[in-house]
């Protein structure tokens, strides 16, 4: 395979140096270009892409550092390497060369030596550089295949039974997440609903998220899915919901070694009778609002999931009555901060959610937007989930 020779662009607007560059340079395994003004050294740039440019400062028309500016500006162009030419009695010319972004610097009158030797240093950069970009790429291209695999696990399409409206929110604070929730039919008339946070964030948590997520809808669905008939069918829903925990929770503690756990909100909702029983392994309390008011608070019933081999989970149940609206969260969104380093905490979420009435399917916009507005632009810290669930 033919390998490419290095591009090295010179740019100076006295015909004399480019001659004495040229002569110096002939021989080496470069690709050599001119230009004698800094309109001509843009149009190599952009045409030719070159390796590395040496820019004498001291032009007419546009000097050199106009055209350091333009090369630093492109995304594209900003990795070229840049070696300024200057005079030696030039300090200062040189010192602001290199704060804007050039590379080194070559003293005139040129030394045979040293030329040589600042583009070995300099292309010795730039292929460092490059491959970095190269590595980076690669790396952010893999990361999106992960956060492709990782929307896969959550609902494309919501089950919106009739009598209620559900609705949800995610978004990851990096590419990917460990946070997650599942909307999913067990049964007829029977619907789970479940929201996740895997400690910590970023590429670890997304794989245990896929993991915890996997372990609970299978456990619970193991009839639908393998189409046999089991024990389990006949188990009611906050048996079912233990087991499920308590599986998922075994396993991770006896096969991976690892420090990750999972706070869960897990619930089986009865879509005629509007009674729901849940368990809460560790997770921030989701709120029932009736009326506009909150009525009721869904508190942890059994720790974190993942924690600790044995454990056991508790079940609760609520009521629905008509109009009553759940609303099951993570926490990243009471964990937002704006640029003062403010919590939006727990106070904040109970008056907007209380602040709020309409449907749950306008409503999900309309708090996160109220998030977002309170974080005023600041980087998202935490993934954020949020799952609504309203009795019409």
Known sequence: MMVERPRLLLVDDEPYNLDYMEQELEGL????????????????????LPDMVFLDIMMPGMNGY?????????PEWRDMAVVIISANSDLPQVVKGIEMGADDFLPKPFEPILLHARIRSALEKKRLRDMEKRYTQALEREL???????????????????????????????????DFYDVFEIEPGKLGLL??????????????????????????????????????????????????????????????????????????????????????????????????????????????????????FGIEGWQFEAHDLLAIYSDGIIDATNSANELFDQPRWRVLLQAESQAADQLVPRL???????????????DMSLLLVRRI
Request: proline share 5%.
């Open 66 to 74: 106009q055209v350091l500016e333009r090369i630093k500006a492109e």
């Open 195 to 312: 929201l996740g946070d895997v400690t910590d964030k970023g590429v670890g948590s997304a794989m245990y998220m896929a993991l915890f997520r996997s372990l609970l809808r299978s456990s619970v669905m193991m009839d639908e899915i393998t189409g046999e008939t089991s024990q389990d069918s006949s188990l009611p829903p906050e048996d079912r919901l233990r087991k499920a925990v308590r599986l998922a929770n075994n396993y991770i503690c006896q096969v991976h070694d690892s420090a990750m756990f999972a706070t869960l909100f897990f619930g089986v909702l009865d879509t005629t009778s509007g009674e729901l029983c849940y368990l809460n392994a560790g997770h921030d309390h989701p709120y029932v609002l009736r009326e506009g008011k909150i009525v009721a608070e869904l508190k942890p019933t059994g720790p974190v999931a993942g924690a600790l081999e044995g454990m056991d």
């Open 368 to 382: 996160i937007a109220a998030v977002d507005e309170f974080m005023g632009g600041t980087s998202q810290y935490d």
């Open 29 to 48: 395994p470069v690709e050599i270009l001119t230009a004698s003004n800094g309109i001509e050294a843009l149009e190599a740039v952009a045409q030719f």
């Open 144 to 178: 999106e295949i992960g956060k492709e695999i990782q929307a896969g696990f959550l609902p494309q399409v919501i089950p919106q039974p009739p009598g209620w409206q559900i609705s949800a929110f995610f978004r990851a604070a990096r590419e990917v997440a460990g």
